[in-house]
């Protein structure tokens, strides 16, 4: 289309509809609040000017209509014509004139008054009552043309201009107290937006504050007046400081793995590159002294080769392609126990399974449920004395399975027995053993990742009692995230 000029587009390519909402939040509830606030003051204004004049206007036609009835009362049988001549100049309170319904009964004198079709109507009583605005003598005025019997029609007139008068002085005050408003509207807003958002600001002061120096330690200290009120920012800002306890344990948790595997790993790695070392100067060895350094040296790479698969595995948030399936947990639980009898000959398995435990099954990973299994009988096994046996029990209660392994070794010390499951938490009374630590830990990992509950006490007499509680067929479903 010609003569249509198109805006230029924007050099950042975004459109000029779009520059309020790329406002900051404090600007933007600013606006809001302050627009909000300053509609409802013009609001307020512009009624109430439209009272003001509403009611001035009725008191005007209020006066005319007690003027038309005294002077009703007064001219009844006065001539046609003009009733006050002041009305030239608007002198008196109200001037008036009555006019015939038929022209040719007007009287020779002019009118001075306006004389209208609507006149002789409501003389001749076809139409009703009405108010006009008319100018008169170079002021404005008002008229009331009524009907006065005997086919006249009565007209009275007062000067206006004082209405209008008061009405501009009431436009004038209301629009200073609107102005007034509206720069109170802007305050308020900034106020509002400055107050409401301290906390919002604080909040993003402290996350930049996180991301520039990596520390989680830092909190949203709320004001003392807010500390009991839990209205949408408090609630923000205490589960901000919810998230930072949660990242900061998650961050101490991470660097405490990494401390505890180098230190786990130094010892073992030492000793494999003396042993290699050792079988590099083989020449200078006995057959003997040869044969113990290789044996050595392949213990300790199966230790190292298994203390890094733990560690792997316990690391790891989610499995890659888990095959979830349905699980005979009693099948998986046979298993494990043959296992353990096999690496554990000395040490007595007794397994015992009832009936409805043994046709129940779960939703889960197999491979990861027997790793917690084996975890939890190599456990016991390590701690049962000769001759007494490791006992087994799946039974079914209500919608879950419960298992129980039980030893009888000496049991956990009561100081120990909070950080049983922690990564690489050892015992005084097992430090002599193998292992690295990190066993129950993955357990429990694992038994979260299947929505159980894995547990220990102390078992009756003596001895140490594990109980897993898994959900059964009713229980949710299986997630891998632990």
Known sequence: MRGVRRRAPREDGRSDAHWPRRRPLRTRLTLAASCAVAAVVVGMCAAAFLVIRHQLLHQLDLHLTQSARLDAQQYRREPLGVLQGECRYLAAPACAQMVPARPGDDPAKPYLLPVTRGTRQVAAGTHGPYHSEIRLAGHRARMLTTPLGEGRALQVAVRSDTVDEGVRQAAGLLAAVGAVGVVLAGVLGSWVSRTGLAPVSRLTAIAERIATTRDARHRIEMPPERAGRQDEITRLAASFNTMLGELEKSVTAQRRLVADASHELRTPLTALRTNAELLARSARLTDAQRERAAGALGRQLREVTLLVNDL??????????????????????????????????????????????????????????????????????????????????????????????????????????????????????????????????????????????????????????????????????????S
């Open 312 to 481: 792997i595995e316990l690391a790891r948030e989610e499995e890659p392609d888990p095959l979830v399936e349905e699980v005979r947990l009693s099948s998986v639980v046979a298993q494990a126990v043959q296992a353990a009898r096999d690496h554990w000959p000395d040490v007595p398995f007794e397994l015992c399974v009832d009936q409805d435990a043994n046709t129940s099954t779960i939703a889960g990973v197999p491979a990861r449920l027997s790793r917690l299994l084996s975890s939890l009988l190599d456990n016991a096994a390590k701690f049962s004395p000769p001759g007494r046996p490791v006992e087994v029990t799946l039974t079914r209660s209500g919608g879950r399975l419960d298992l129980a392994v039980r030893d009888h070794g000496p049991g956990i010390a009561e100081e120990d027995l909070p950080y049983v499951f922690d990564r690489f938490y050892r015992a005084r009374s097992a430090r002599a053993l193998p292992g690295s630590g990190l066993g129950l830990a993955m357990a429990r990992q694992i038994a979260r990742a299947h929505h159980a509950d894995l547990t220990v006490e102390h078992a009756p007499g003596r001895g140490a009692l594990f109980r897993l509680r898994v959900p059964s067929p009713a229980g949710p479903e299986f997630s891998q995230s």
